[in-house]
């Protein structure tokens, strides 16, 4: 019941956002809403030690082999409780911005949270696929909407992207489903099908180009960096410190259990991709003065290293990856924050014009250089443990 309440929480109240017309009521509507989230995965991880509170399942489309089944696990545990956590601190920290027609932006905002959830507690390829599009569509509509000058030119190729993505991901689904023993969307039949090795190839770079779009990995990052530029920053922290997550999450969840034979034959493309990846976009962030462009192109560089892990195949470094993909979300977040108020109290893009910062706003220069240093995981930071674990999959890893 825990999974269906963390969904109908941010579904229902964001329904109901598009119709609180005044903008200081909708924006506390908004933040009680990501609040009683919150509230309701706290209960769930301490008060509820029974597996049931957190499985949901309900006929739904029976007559194809699929139901409404939620599932959280401890990867989905750990998922929404990063999206959880990040609403609350992205609404607090976008106070003081101006939206027009707020109604319809927070509305958004709350129904890509409810997707977002969905997606990481789906345990049926079909409510996984719906919840992927939910989170996606209202994102459409908040980049298209709110943003700087070429935010529609923007938008379009990031509809582009993820449309090829999503149909790519849809028929290599109804693929898996087509071979599943029992005709039947759920993940525990996807488990148990066998495709044979040419068919799991073509099926294997379906599933991985539509989650390495939404990653996002080279060469299928070009989107990343103009959006998040000219996007607003309470949407670019969902896009960075949670969308993101969503591609590495389906990785773990659906791609690497179902396609164990195609992973390991083409686990040296993914690792060659996720490097020139993670150096390509580590040159292009030394050569940035834009500060929102510096954060997105570290950020490929990250979820470069987070894939490259993947598919190294260890437990060790998957285990490093989990940990990793929540303390990313939370630096990142921590990041955006910074750039949106050195944006609106100094109105200063560039790197270049932000000498004097520890002169005239102390706390914030300490803060920028606290979650800077999280972002490279020096030792005794959030980003530390997660990153050496990595590191030692990586090395150790047969694959």
């Not at 997606?119 to 996984?128: G, I, P, S």
């Not at 530029?229 to 969902?238: P, R, S, Y």
């Not at 580590?282 to 003065?289: N, T």
């Not at 990313?328 to 924050?337: A, S």
């Amino acid at each position: 019941m825990i999974a269906l309440l963390l969904i109908l929480i941010p579904l229902l109240t964001g329904i109901a956002a598009f119709f609180i017309k005044e903008d200081k009521r909708v924006r506390t509507w908004a933040y009680f809403s990501s609040v009683a989230t919150v509230a309701v995965i706290a209960y769930g991880l301490v008060s509820c030690n029974n597996e049931s509170c957190f499985q949901f399942r309900a006929d739904w489309m029976g007559s194809i082999g699929s139901s409404f089944h939620l599932k959280m696990d401890g990867l989905s545990k750990l998922m929404c409780l990063l999206t959880a956590i990040a609403y609350p601190l992205i609404f607090v920290s976008t106070l003081k911005t101006g939206y027009k027609n707020p109604s319809r932006y927070f509305g958004l905002m709350l129904l890509t949270q409810a997707g977002l959830l969905g997606v990481f507690t789906a345990a049926d390829a079909l409510v996984f696929y719906f919840f992927w599009e939910l989170a996606l569509i209202p994102v459409y509509f908040l980049c298209s909407t709110w943003g700087g000058e070429k935010r529609i030119a923007v938008t379009f190729k990031f509809f582009i992207y993820t449309f090829l993505g999503s149909v790519l991901m849809l028929v290599a689904l109804l693929f898996i489903y087509n071979s599943t023993p029992d005709r039947s969307f759920d993940i525990d039949s996807f488990y148990k099908v066998f495709i044979t090795g040419s068919k799991q190839s073509w099926v294997f770079w379906m599933l991985f180009v539509a989650f390495a779009i939404k990653m996002p990995i080279f060469p299928f990052h070009t989107w990343q960096p103009d959006t998040y530029e000219q996007t607003n920053t309470g949407t670019t922290m969902v896009l960075s410190g949670l969308m993101v997550k969503m591609g590495l999450f389906a990785v773990l969840r659906w791609l690497l259990p179902v396609m164990p034979v195609a992973v390991s034959n083409w686990t040296n493309a993914v690792a060659f991709l996720s490097v020139f990846g993670i150096i390509y976009a580590s040159l292009i962030a030394i050569r940035q003065d834009d500060l929102k462009k510096l954060v997105a192109y570290s950020s490929i560089a990250h979820i470069g290293l987070m894939c490259l892990t993947l598919f190294a195949v260890n437990k060790t470094g998957m285990q490093g990856v989990m940990l990793q993909m929540f303390n990313h979300g939370i630096n990142i977040i921590g990041l955006w924050i910074v750039v949106e108020i050195i944006e609106r109290n100094l109105g200063v893009k560039k790197i270049s014009q932000l000498g004097g910062l520890a002169s005239t706003s102390p706390a914030l220069a300490i803060f920028l250089t606290i979650i800077a240093l999280a972002n490279i995981a020096l030792p005794l930071t959030n980003g530390f443990p997660g990153e050496f674990l990595m590191f030692n999959g990586i090395f150790s890893s047969n694959a």
